[in-house]
């Protein structure tokens, strides 16, 4: 049971047997060297937190579309330039024959870089949850000149207050500096924690295990007072050191480079979900026919829509079978034509479904794989029986009463309009729709909200929906200037004694949404 325990805790900060065992050997090994060489072990350590805090900044600045979180982000940059103070930090420590006009500029530099830390970690926490894009390069630049103020108040104008006296030990300031640099941790701590809904769980408890081992490191360093800074207190500070930069680095690599991988796979499985869902909503069924093997492949939906049970195998065959003479001749024929020219198609069919008719809009596209002569063609079929019995009725009708009366019952937003577009009549369905009244509308033209058509364009497009119905695509620009994905049913039909044109909008966005998401996604 303890075994069982123990690797819960460790999951809980995605750390492995494996990990912690090859850590815990590489920490073994930089204090092993300090009892051969002081300052062997010094650099070694801050060597090795020095590439952990590069590789930081270059997964968050290689990452930077796929975090969603600015926090990671921010704090990600700011570790470069961390990095490169603890790398002065590094060079200018006692023995080093670097910097030979003083030799404690290492305690300065130190308190330099831990104040960097926690005050880029505080700062950070404005952009969490924040709608405002964080730039990576001003960050960079402002990171920059905060680092390039720092060094150059230690090295050049010598401003920085001392840090540490031979024989005396740390300065005051250097003690109440680094209790600020704890407090200021602490501070990270308890806004972390009241934000920890907009983290991981598991990036979370790195960060905040980080955080809470910082407090140690610091603490370490208000101990010690050896002349030649390598006591107890500093050598288990710079471990503890790297330790909390690993932890860092750690949520760097779960939320900027797998969590993002696992993520995409989640949204494209729910993108699937959601297109299936819309799918059913529309009554919409899919088909694939691979032309070199002849062998098709329908969707549950499909089966139902021709009331064939899903065991029966499909085929052309049975598809023809449930056709009118003449839809039968219209189908080949559009097949035909796809095999040949790699054309689209696009038909209005009519299925024979027991003793009923079932009308549906089927679609279909042709496509051959480079890697092979296969020639697959693959096509929706959307029944639009509801929607074919409607402008049935309306195309006999003459009586107003009945046709407001069907304007007030369909489930779809209508208009109908004359040859050249001017809106005739319209149901309440469709004034929401486009958030305009119903006596604002009947003063407008088609071209007045469709993105696609002009009024001349709309007169031709009138002339083609007169000579046979369509189902198409197009854009609508709502009111406030919003744009509305809508499907369109349109027929010809009479409206008091006069020939007009009656359309039957369906809002598509959310399924052209997902349909983009899906596209961009199988293309990653």
């Known amino acids: 049971m303890a075994s069982k325990e123990k690797t819960s805790i460790w999951s809980r900060y995605d750390l492995s047997l494996g ?78 024959p670097i910097f030979t006009d003083y030799d404690y500029y290492a305690p300065q530099f130190w308190i330099a870089a831990r104040g960097l830390e926690a005050v880029s970690m505080l700062f950070a926490f404005v952009y969490l949850g924040s709608a405002h894009q964080l730039n990576k390069y001003i960050l960079v630049s402002v990171l920059g000149i905060v680092t390039a103020v720092l060094v150059t108040s230690i090295l050049y104008f010598k401003i920085f207050p001392i840090c540490f006296v031979p024989g005396e030990g740390l300065t005051t300031f250097k003690k109440i500096s680094e209790y600020i640099i704890i407090g200021m941790i602490l501070l990270n701590i308890l806004i972390l924690t009241r934000f920890r809904d907009r983290f991981d769980t598991r990036v979370f408890n790195l960060i905040r295990g980080s955080l809470v081992i910082m407090i140690a490191t610091e603490l370490c360093f208000t101990m010690y007072i050896s002349n030649a800074m390598n006591d107890f207190f500093n050598d288990f500070g710079h471990l503890l050191k790297v330790t909390s930069f ?179 009549e319209v149901n309440d369905k469709f004034c929401k729709m486009l958030g305009y009244t119903r006596e604002e509308l009947l003063t407008m033209n088609v071209a007045q909200w469709d993105t696609y058509l002009s009024p001349q364009g709309i007169k031709d497009f009138a002339k083609e929906i007169l000579a046979s119905d369509k189902v198409f695509e197009t854009q609508h620009m709502r009111k406030d200037g919003s744009i509305l994905e809508v499907e369109i049913s349109a027929n010809r039909t009479l409206y008091g004694g006069q020939i007009a044109i009656w359309s039957s909008s369906r809002d598509i966005t959310d399924r052209k949404k997902i349909e983009t998401d899906l596209k961009m996604a199988a293309s990653v």
């Open 246 to 424: 690993f932890l860092i680095y750690k949520a760097l690599v779960v939320t900027g480079l797998r969590d993002p991988l696992n993520l995409l796979f989640k949204n494209l499985k729910d993108s699937e979900e959601s297109l299936r869902e819309a799918q059913k909503l529309a009554n919409l069924s899919r088909w694939e026919w691979n032309a070199s093997s002849d062998r098709w492949v329908w969707s549950a939906a499909l089966y139902q829509l021709l009331n064939v049970p899903e065991h029966v195998t499909a085929t052309l065959a049975t598809l023809i079978d449930k056709l009118s003479t003449s839809d039968q001749l219209s189908l080949k024929s559009a097949l035909n034509d796809a095999l040949i020219h790699r054309a689209a198609f696009d038909l209005q069919l009519c299925f024979k479904v027991g003793e009923e008719q079932r009308y549906a809009h089927m679609r279909g596209a042709c496509s051959q794989s480079e890697q092979s002569a296969q020639i697959v063609m693959r096509g929706t079929i959307q029944d639009v029986t509801k929607d074919h019995l409607i402008a049935e009725t309306l195309a006999n009708l003459k009586d107003k009463e009945k046709f407001e009366l069907l304007l007030k019952t369909a489930g779809d937003g209508i208009h109908i309009v004359d040859t050249e577009g001017n809106v005739v």
């Open 19 to 96: 990990e912690l065992i090859a850590f815990a050997l590489l920490l073994l090994g930089i204090q092993l060297t300090s009892y051969y060489n002081y300052l062997l072990f010094h650099s070694l350590a801050e060597l090795v937190s020095i590439f952990i805090a590069v590789t930081v900044f270059i997964i968050a600045i290689n990452s930077w579309q796929s975090i969603d979180n600015k926090y990671v982000l921010f704090v990600g940059v700011a570790y470069l330039f961390i990095g490169i103070i603890d790398l002065l930090h590094t060079l200018s420590y006692a023995g080093m």
